[in-house]
Nanobody, 128 residues
Framework: QVQLVESGGGLVQAGDSLRLSCAAS????????FGWFRQSPGKEREFVAS??????????????YYAGSVKDRFTISRDNAKNTVHLQMNNLRPEDTATYYC???????????????WGKGVLVTVSS
């Protein structure tokens, strides 16, 4: 089992920024592609972003990938020295309000069914 520990959630105003972090083991970083999903109450779980494994090997080529709703506002990145993946969220909108989950997968172009392990999630609330 892969342990994923998210942090950085909170309450912000529209237009503000947050950075989410996901800490994992060194072994996990060498094995999986990492990503973020989000889910609001009553809505389907939604892909947000993904980044390839640290050695650049993935079943899916290219990336990082972003959902159209967050492209140009969110940036996913890896800090391999700290075994941590970040999601920098800029220009947040109320519709970004959701629980955000760090995930790992064998593929970079992640679908919900491709996710192998889920973090517990962190809440991001964006007020108007």
């Amino acid at each position: 089992q892969v342990q994923l520990v998210e942090s950085g959630g909170g309450l912000v105003q529209a237009g503000d920024s947050l950075r989410l972090s996901c800490a994992a083991s060194e072994r996990a970083f060498s094995t999986y592609a990492f990503g973020w999903f989000r889910q609001s109450p009553g809505k389907e779980r939604e892909f947000v972003a993904s980044v390839r494994r640290d050695d650049g090997i993935s079943w899916s080529a290219g990336g990082p990938y972003y959902a159209g709703s967050v492209k140009d506002r969110f940036t996913i990145s890896r800090d391999n020295a700290k075994n941590t993946v970040h999601l920098q969220m800029n220009n947040l909108r109320p519709e970004d309000t959701a629980t955000y989950y760090c995930v790992v997968s064998d593929v970079l172009a992640m679908m919900t069914d491709s996710v192998l392990f889920w973090g517990k999630g962190v809440l991001v609330t964006v007020s108007s």
